[in-house]
Antibody, heavy 120, light 110 residues
């Protein structure tokens, strides 16, 4: 069965960077795009971007361009999302999600979420 | 401010039918497939509907989706207390080149 397992909660200072991991199992890793979606406390879902594990290509939401970097380690079937210049409003639950089919933009499996708290 | 507009909350009695609307534009819903997600507090969203009306394996036919022009609708029949959750619509936006979501709708089963 498909599993996406994310790294644990982080507490960061404003201005710092955070790197969250998402380890995939149960399917052919290179065959599915992986996305990152975040959710601030009490708020809705917000798309951050996508990475193609097969070739490493990425596309980022306009809001996060210049601050977010997504990467992949195919040897461990893990993708990473790094967000820099953290602010208090980056406090959120960060999810990785598998895109079911290329360019269909719907997500059939999700990680459990990683809480990132930004506080001085 | 979300690109897709959903009502903040809806409510209905057990056994009844409820609909949740999702309003967009020609750059998103009007020209792309819509998906719907169910989310319980503190947990990851779960896919309910994709490609406007299709249900993944394991999703009961009490859940259905439809679209008309630049709007989409999720309908839930035979409401149960276990359906109390937040529901989100999502799609691709051609102008923004982003995946966009609605602001979410909280369903209360009275």
């Amino acid at each position: 069965q498909v599993h996406l397992v994310q790294s644990g909660a982080e507490v960061m200072k404003p201005g710092a960077s955070v790197k969250v991991s998402c380890k995939a199992s149960g399917y052919t890793f290179n065959s599915y795009y992986l996305h990152w979606v975040r959710q601030a406390p009490g708020e809705g879902l917000e798309w951050m971007g996508v990475i193609n594990p097969g070739g490493g290509g990425t596309a980022y939401a306009q809001k996060f361009q210049g601050r977010v970097t997504m990467s992949v380690d195919t040897s461990s079937s893990t993708v990473y999302m790094q967000l820099s210049s953290l602010r208090s409003d980056d406090t959120a639950l960060y999810f990785c999600a598998r895109e079911a089919l290329p360019y269909e933009y719907y997500f059939d499996y999700w990680g459990q979420g990683t809480l990132v708290t930004v506080s001085s | 401010q979300s690109v897709l507009t959903q009502p903040p909350s809806v409510s209905a009695a057990p056994g009844q039918r409820v609909t949740i609307s999702c309003s967009g534009s020609s750059s998103n819903i009007g020209n792309n497939f819509v998906s719907w997600y169910q989310q319980f507090p503190g947990t990851a969203p779960k896919l309910l509907i994709y490609d406007n009306y299709k249900r993944p394996s394991g999703i009961p036919d009490r859940f259905s989706g439809s679209t008309s022009g630049t709007s989409a609708t999720l309908a839930i029949t035979g409401l149960r207390t276990g359906d109390e959750a937040d529901y989100y619509c999502g799609t691709w936006d051609n102008s923004l080149s982003d995946v966009v979501f609605g602001g979410g709708t909280k369903l209360t089963v009275l």
